[in-house]
């Protein structure tokens, strides 16, 4: 996947998708209503090449151990292409643990769903060779407190777990998928339905698109407004319970913004250092002057942090499906602080990588533009820093052994530096008190995900990493922006690990 990301081929793909969004078509030419997307040939291969990899469902058919850590390499590398796309993708994959508490609904779509065929068109979902997935919760009253949601589902005589759907969602990302998950109010209270685009036989089920949204990036991937005029949706779990259905899809969505923020920094520091190494200024290249290979070295340590607690967590997902119940309690509350922290830090990195550059990093001909505005949407999607912030603080409250594992995972790394010593003694005493934990949560949320990843980089990563790492971040010999590492900073040996060539 890295070497298919890396040619011109695919790059140009990423280039026009990006360059020409997709195109709104609510109506043929004979006027009749048909709520169609439609997409330059260049997003199509893209989105055949990531599902024919795996990146979509495929890893849920996979036994062995480590297939959704694979997943999770392969997205990374991929999606310095294009991330726009990867939004379908990752809905796709998502989708399958949560459709599973509908075991009839699973048997029936979950191969296709899985399978590596990307199948365009809307045609009876049964008829197609490979499913793409999408989901619609938020509702322009509600936003990210979907409870406020307004939409009904009215239960459908004569035809068990089918309910008639009216309403709207305000935010509908890929709405070509084939099938959306989607939460409204059944008579039993807030529940979670499935939504096919076309219905059993080929009718049309009546989801209409409003618009599409003029995004600030992300513009590969469309995102539209839609009305469901008595839309037909099949009950997904049990009436009610409508939010814990479909937060197992918003969990590992979430897994996806962590390898997209990670992903990004990786590129951002890459085409950083690429033009340093061959840009020269004052009679020699520009790698070669110190404050540039302080600025570098400090992005190339934001880079390597998230990328190997991304890492980290995928394994802590993929050692959960098969049964670890520990490593289960650590992706839990890990995810929740890694998605507010990292996601948080992939914008600044992209605002200096760009900077790098110079002038030819603000325009278009490059991609660091593209980047700069695709980068806060990791933030965004799937709750925004204050939810997961929040959603940190509520695993802790309601699964305390969730915060037994991330200490274990910790404490791993107790000992090898005083610093990192510190930093773990000083959450631990944050934790003791709860007065104001809610106006404190950033504050204690951002400091787990400092820990967690200093912690990861004096396991595993090389020594200069981890010192620079915890001299900086945990001992706070540091300036506000990147470049400003302390003098004793072993430079060479950062950049050398980070760009080896």
């Known amino acids: 996947m890295g070497r298919l990301a890396g040619t011109a081929e695919a790059r140009e793909w990423g280039r026009l998708a990006e360059r020409v969004p997709p195109r709104l078509l609510t109506h043929d030419r004979y006027g009749h209503r048909i709520d169609e997307v439609e997409y330059v040939p260049a997003y199509h291969e893209l989105m055949k090449t990531a599902i024919g990899h795996g990146l979509g469902g495929t890893a849920w058919a996979d036994d062995r151990p480590g297939a959704h850590v694979a997943r999770a390499a392969k997205s990374f590398a991929w999606g310095t292409v294009d991330p726009g796309h990867l939004c379908p993708v990752s809905m796709t994959y998502a989708v399958v643990p949560a459709l599973r508490a509908n075991p009839e609904l699973a048997a029936r779509f979950e191969p296709l769903l899985t399978n590596r065929v990307y199948d365009f068109g809307l045609r009876d979902p049964a008829t197609k060779s490979g ?22 589902a009215t239960p459908i ?110 590129s ?93 990093g603000y325009i278009e001909d490059f991609d660091m533009a593209r980047l700069y505005r695709e980068m806060p949407l990791m933030s965004i999607w799937e709750g925004s820093g204050n939810v997961a912030a929040l959603d940190t603080l509520r695993a802790m409250a309601r699964e305390p052994h969730t915060v037994d594992a991330f200490f274990a995972e910790a404490d791993l790394a107790s000992g090898a530096d005083p610093r990192y010593d510190d930093a773990l003694t000083a959450l631990k005493k944050e934790l003791t008190y709860f007065d104001d934990i809610e106006l404190r949560a950033r504050r204690i949320v951002e400091q787990m995900a400092l820990v967690l990843q200093a912690g990861l980089l004096i396991r595993t990563g090389p020594d200069a990493v981890a010192q620079a790492y915890c001299a900086s971040r945990l001992d706070r010999d540091w300036g506000t922006v990147f470049g400003t590492l302390p003098p004793q900073t072993d430079i060479d040996a950062i950049l050398k ?4 060539i």
């Open 131 to 152: 499913l793409i997935a999408g989901m619609s919760m938020t509702e322009k009253q509600g936003g990210s407190d979907v409870r406020a949601n307004t939409t009904t």
């Open 268 to 360: 951002a520091f890459v085409q950083a250092a690429h033009h340093a190494r061959h840009r020269s200024v004052f009679g020699k290249p520009l790698v070669d002057q110190p404050l540039m290979r302080n600025v570098l070295a400090d992005l190339a340590l934001e880079s390597e942090a998230a990328t190997t607690v991304m890492m980290r967590l995928a394994g802590a997902h993929d050692r959960a499906i098969h049964g670890d119940d520990g490593e289960a309690a650590l992706r839990r509350i890990g995810l929740a602080a890694t998605k507010y922290y990292v996601c948080k830090r992939g914008p600044i990195v992209a605002a200096e990588a760009l900077e790098c550059l110079g002038g030819n």
């Open 497 to 500: 690990h980070a760009e080896p």
């Open 157 to 266: 005589d004569g035809e068990p777990g089918a309910y008639r759907i009216v309403g709207h969602k305000w935010f509908t990302s890929a709405p070509m998928s084939d099938l959306f998950l989607t939460l409204a109010q059944a008579p039993g209270g807030l529940s979670c339905f499935l939504l096919p685009r076309v219905l059993p036989g080929g009718d049309l089920n009546p989801i209409r698109f409003q618009r599409l949204k003029d995004k600030l990036g992300n513009k590969s991937n469309a995102s539209a407004e839609i009305e469901y005029e008595n839309a037909v949706g099949w009950l997904v779990g049990e009436e009610g319970r409508g939010v814990k259905t479909i937060v197992e899809m918003v969990n590992m969505t979430r897994l996806d913004c962590v390898v997209a923020s990670a992903s990004g920094m990786r």
